[in-house]
């Protein structure tokens, strides 16, 4: 996404330069998008990889409607999310008097939570890991319960090792800007009572968002505005330094050819080889940064065999539970059209720092896990009618700590080589409107860059 939304932005932007600009958007793969791909099987829509974005994303939803996309919002229910703790589903509350009451965690862990307020800001400039803050902030029991879950289901990632001011930096802005959580939460709604939700427990602010034919449409709309300026199965291999005159494209097929400037928005994993040998260290900060595996098992019931289930977004598992899985998609309750009439998806994820091991379980084990957890956790007994398994072995880039370093040091190493920009989603941010918000920067600034070097 990332690199699709720089060639777009520089192509629409190009009379900026003086005499013009020839873009070529170079992808590996035989089709765009990256991990982003909808399948549409069976009267069954299911998702490779994101299932949507937050339409409070200013980024996305200014591309989306200059697209000409029309994109669908998922349903009330969705808003409704839970936890598997101690043997059954627990809803995660939406409102502070609702916590309260709720079960989601002991009272003494509720407390906690609300004494959040009383805690003293942090003042340390030193990177904190997610579970660290989460735990000085709300409580040990929130931090392993909501907080836990909460990572899992976004990074696939350990909240132990992963770094809060890469992962989550409004969270660190919040502290050090209000004191604390709640405290900036309060000051955002008397700053703007009508405005759009900052998030909370629950998850993060917003409405999810797709379209009806899911979010390949999003590629596959920007693939159709590059026209010729899109080169499929045209995998890199690595670039070398002509100094000013630019770079040198090698590709693993055809001859080479010398550019200006160049983008690399692959993830990090083959970023790093394609960069190394024009700069070591920079090849080195790239490869630093891991990615975790995940499987993702779509299953398809009819729903007049299934228990009574509420309805909802799905459910989270905090480690230590029990079950394997990290969690479940109600995907036919999300969204419009993702299931047959009297049918059910639910999307199951498998694996992520915690379990890199579940990589090596053939198909069969994987659904025997799905299932068994299934049945710990919703009751299903019943075998689906439908099976579909996606593995990322490389999935989820992980922010561990210490990735504010080597930000640093790769931002380091790209001034000592004007004309080389890298994004994507290893780097700030994984999710859709993350990528879309890096891509349109980074157009801006190669813009720039060749203004000033006509």
Known sequence: MAGLTVAYELIERTQRVPGGVEILCLEAAGRVGGNIRSAHEDGFLYEWAANGYLDNAPATTTLVRRLGLEPIRSREAAARRFIFRKGRLREIPLAPPAFLLSDVLSIGGRMRVLAEPFVPRRRSTEEESVFDFAARRI????????????????????????????????????????????????????????????????????????????????????????????????????LSDLGRRGFRVHP???????????????????????????????????????????????????????????????????????????????????????????????????GGAHDPASQELDDAELIKVAREDLRITMGILVAPYFVRIVRHARGIPQYDLGHMQRLATIERRLASCPGLWIGGNSLRGIAVNACVEDGSRIAESVLDYLVTRQ
């Not at 379209?211 to 010729?228: I, K, N, S, V, Y």
Request: contains cysteine; neutral net charge.
């Open 139 to 238: 409580g040990r029991e929130a931090a392993s319960i909501l907080v836990d879950a909460m990572v899992s289901g976004i990074y696939a990632g350990n909240a132990r090792r992963l770094s809060l001011e890469a992962c989550f930096p409004k969270m660190r802005k919040m502290e050090s800007e209000h004191g604390g959580l709640f405290r900036a939460m309060l000051a955002k709604r008397r700053a703007s009572r009508d405005g759009p939700s900052a998030g909370g427990p629950s998850g993060p602010g917003g409405t999810l968002t797709s379209f009806r034919g899911g979010m390949q449409e999003l590629p596959d709309a920007l693939a159709r505005e590059l026209g010729g300026h899109l080169r499929l199965d045209a995998p890199v291999e690595r």
């Open 252 to 350: 693993a097929e055809g001859a080479p050819f010398d550019v200006d400037a160049v983008v690399v928005t692959c993830p990090a994993w083959k970023s790093s080889p394609i960069l190394e040998g024009l700069d070591a260290e920079l090849g080195g900060a790239l490869a630093a940064i891991p990615p975790a595996p995940v499987a993702v098992v779509h299953l398809g019931f009819r729903r007049d065999a299934l228990p009574s289930l509420p309805e909802g977004f799905g459910f989270l598992v905090p480690r230590g539970q029990g079950p394997r899985i990290l969690g479940a998609l109600w995907a036919s309750d999300i969204f419009e059209g993702r299931a047959p009439a009297g049918s059910m998806l639910i999307t199951v994820m498998i």
